[in-house]
């Protein structure tokens, strides 16, 4: 008889979306993620660490009512919220206690926001981050997600030359 072995669904990031999605611009950045097979997060006890490329700028400290975690119908502020900034050649990383029990191969929504802190890049590309678990300590990284320049346009100036003979002498 032969039979086939499949790996265990692991944890895997799916869309991302930031808000705007031009250089060195703060808002809203939001991805979803699936949790593998033996990845549920317990309440208050289990920790999501997202970790930007370099060049991304995370303030000092977020503040928990700044991050949200949802899963299942349910949706919290973190419970705690810890960035890691070791140098500044190194990428930067968001610890963050979650909320709500997360179950096993489970969509899950993590989202700053726009008061968070968080700039996109300041040189336009493609970017990926990357996602671990305490229950799923090796980190996967996302698909790209663009960061584009800002466009502006000028308009030429238009002059009109007025008559200033009127007084004169």
Known sequence: DSY??????????????????????GGEFEF???TGSSGALS???????????????????????NITVSSGGFSDNAASVTIKKDRAADDD???VVTPINI????SVTFRLSSSA????????GNYSLKLRTSQEPTAVESNPYSVVNTQTTVSQASVTPGDNSTGAT
């Open 4 to 25: 086939s072995i499949s790996p265990a669904d692991q944890l895997s990031i799916s869309a991302i979306t930031t808000k705007p999605d031009t250089v060195n611009e």
């Open 32 to 34: 979803d993620f699936i």
């Open 43 to 65: 309440a208050n006890v289990d920790t999501i660490v997202v970790i930007f490329q370099q060049n991304t700028f995370l303030p000092a400290t977020i503040s928990t009512s």
């Open 93 to 95: 990383s968001v610890l």
């Open 103 to 106: 179950g096993n191969e489970a």
């Open 117 to 124: 802190g968080y700039l996109n890049p300041s040189v336009a």
